[in-house]
């Protein structure tokens, strides 16, 4: 007890100098990522930047640093609901929905297990079949995930607003079909914005020496994402760099 107000103890334990630097790890993060409350908070209460650190910047760093996401937005609180029905109802909408959850978390090993169990109680569902499909390709299982994917297209090739074809692409992509992939790019960026698809896109047109095409759709996200909400700027971060990197390259050459 007597060492909790010894000052030259505190003075020289590691958690002191340590804890002013987490803080300001912390509150760089949420100023980055937009999240002024969190801030605010930090700033008034100090032991906030912990629950930070486990809400906020843990739960995301994972997944959101990638630029792979599906449509909508996941609820961490859900899980525990979700787990309950699935105990007394075992129903496969509650599967599918703990496995989108997952997705979203980064947890695909999990996700995997639960679209599973929504298929063996729903197998013609779409959209599990679909994200199915981008679960096992974001497991690195890209030749498992293409048939899944391509039955999902070829059945509605604007299913999930375009998330399932930028998917067949990418599938197509790991498993060294470049003609196949730049001809889904090629329909993806003709109906949607997408920086992940223009940026793909681009690299592919690089790589096969199609220069002004690709320089032109490096231009177009890097232009674009000055214009972008926020929370889209964030998402699609990992893929502005990657325009970036590419438009440095195509411009050296």
């Known amino acids: 007890m007597q060492a909790f107000f010894d000052f030259e103890f505190w003075f020289d334990h590691p958690l002191t100098w340590f804890y002013p630097v987490f803080m300001v790890w912390m509150l760089v993060d949420a100023a980055r990522r937009g999240e002024w409350v969190w801030f605010a908070f930090m700033i008034v209460f100090p032991v906030n930047p912990i629950l930070y650190f486990f809400l906020v910047y843990r739960s995301s760093a994972s997944f959101g640093s990638t630029g792979f996401e599906l449509p909508g937005q996941h609820k961490r609180e859900r899980i525990a609901e979700l787990e309950k029905q699935i105990h007394l109802l075992d129903k496969a909408h509650h599967h599918f929905e703990l496995a989108d959850i997952q997705f979203q978390r980064g947890k695909f090993k999990l996700a995997e297990e639960s679209y599973l169990r929504a298929l063996e109680r729903e197998p013609d569902d779409i959209d599990a079949r679909a994200h199915y499909g981008q679960c096992l390709l974001r497991l690195n299982r890209a030749a498992e995930a293409r048939p899944w994917l391509e039955a999902v297209c070829f059945e509605n090739p604007k299913h999930d607003y375009g998330y399932s074809l930028m998917a067949l692409a990418e599938a197509r992509t790991a498993r060294g079909d470049t003609d196949g992939a730049i001809a889904i790019w090629e329909q993806v960026v003709g109906q949607h914005s997408y920086a992940r698809a223009?940026?793909?896109?681009?690299?592919?047109?690089?790589?096969?020496?199609?220069?002004?095409?690709?320089?032109?759709?490096?231009?177009?996200?890097?232009?674009?994402?000055?214009?972008?909400?926020?929370?889209?700027?964030?998402?699609?971060k990992p893929w502005v760099s990657r325009a970036k990197k590419l438009l440095a390259r195509v411009e050296k050459a």
């Open 198 to 236: 223009r940026t793909q896109f681009a690299e592919l047109l690089a790589a096969k020496g199609q220069a002004p095409r690709a320089r032109q759709l490096a231009e177009e996200v890097i232009a674009e994402d000055k214009h972008t909400p926020e929370y889209q700027r964030r998402q699609e």
